[in-house]
């Protein structure tokens, strides 16, 4: 048997849909001035915030969510943007580890600024602080449920 969402939860769903669309649209406009994709921004964010500017291919896979192999298709593309480099696992022939370049530094160091000024423009400062601590805290449960559990915190 079917359980239909009530009035309620329907107008959650469908604000959270257009509130989510308009975010990423707005996150794409902001980052597209820096020449940059949601998803470059959000592997040079990664790697900016790991040990030694580096994670293995898997780590980062894991850590934005995505299959390997479309990983592999983004950092080729990032790699010829001279934004990062491949390298073998310290330790482990099989394993590859993908490097922040000086360059990529640069240019997630470039495009955060007006990046987090986005994120706060469009989420963040219309939202009163108890209501952000309680969405985040919900958020990792939903996320912790799918087994989705966010990684790192530090750039928006």
Not at 50 to 55: R, V
Not at 92 to 112: P, S
Request: aromatic share 4%.
């Amino acid at each position: 048997m079917t359980r239909w969402l009530s009035d309620e939860e329907q107008t959650l769903w469908r604000l959270w849909i257009t509130a989510n669309a308009e975010l990423e649209h707005a996150i794409e406009e902001d980052l597209l001035e820096h020449d940059l994709s949601p998803a470059d921004y959000e592997i040079l964010a990664h790697l900016s915030e790991s040990p030694e500017g580096k994670l293995r291919m898997s780590e980062l896979a894991d850590a934005i969510l995505v299959s390997k192999s479309r990983l592999t298709y983004r950092v080729d593309q990032m790699e010829a943007r001279g934004f990062v480099q491949r390298c073998a696992a310290d330790g482990d022939g099989r394993g590859v580890t993908a490097l922040l370049t000086r360059q990529g530094r640069r240019a997630i160091e470039r495009a955060a600024p007006s990046h987090v000024a986005t994120v706060r423009a469009a989420l963040i400062d219309h939202l009163r602080p108890a209501t952000r601590r309680a969405l985040a805290a919900d958020l990792r449960a939903l996320l912790e449920a799918r087994q989705l559990a966010p990684h790192g915190h530090g750039h928006a």
